[in-house]
């Protein structure tokens, strides 16, 4: 099990009241190989209610995480799932037509995130293969639903940035614009990036979003992909900065074989080792490494939800 938030988080500056102190969200998604759609089948869809419901129910008796009676079925565009309701754990489990499973939670604290990442995350990679044994029972598929992906998603908004050493809040395009030495201007041609007073012109900037994917072998055989993918729309005044952080089980090119061979991928890896996306890659990647990079001369507020 992972360690309390307080060991979590201890002598890691960025982490806290002054630094990352909230996720705006959070998701894990598996795709299992898409044998059936679920659309239109109605007799089977309310069987498979059943079982998720049944499911879920066992995983919250198990992580003690109870309340029982806040769980409720819900039914939308063709998908099947489960809402747990309870104000500070709470999160849903829908299967998707397509056989993906999606597991989501709205955002929150960070040390609330953790206590319950804490508590659910060690039944997981449980749930995810009794979903797929009654997938494979209700839909009488004769292929194998065994899990193809599975990707971990982390959500945050940042706003109001502050210089340390001043008072008054710049735009996100000057913490974004010494990643990227020129961008294609009106013309169509490589320009350096607008910095100071003209970084947000509307004239001269809509939007500067970066996304970049590292790949990593976290353990013996397994490789993972890794995407900071960084957004600076113009809310607000250019006000704000979307990431998202993903951990990504899923096959990938190989190096050392001839042309077209690919590494197998290991989402039951990434399942069983729930702590990896978070501890190794969010806590150690993200927030020691980007975040304190990225921030480093800047004061900033986390969104729980909407950007206020």
Sequence with gaps: MLETFDEFSAGIDMLGPQGVDALNGFSLIVELPAARDLQGLDALRRELGARLYRAVAEVLEASELHEVDTLRLDWSDGDVGVVYKEPSFGFRIDIRRDLRITLSRSGSSLRLFHNWYRLLMPYIRGLVSRIAIDLSEVLHSDFDLQPLRAAYRFSMIVYDFIPVHRQKPVSSHELIGPLLSRRPDEDGRFRPVPTGQDAASSLRTGRLDIKIS????????????EVYDIQAPANQGYRGIWLDFHSIAETI???????????APRPDFLLENYEVPYRDFFRDRVVKGFMADFFREWNFSCAVGTMP
């Design 214 to 225: 590292n790949f990593r072998e976290a353990s013996p055989g397994v490789h993972l992909r």
């Design 253 to 263: 090119g190989s190096d050392n074989a001839e042309p077209g061979a690919r590494i």
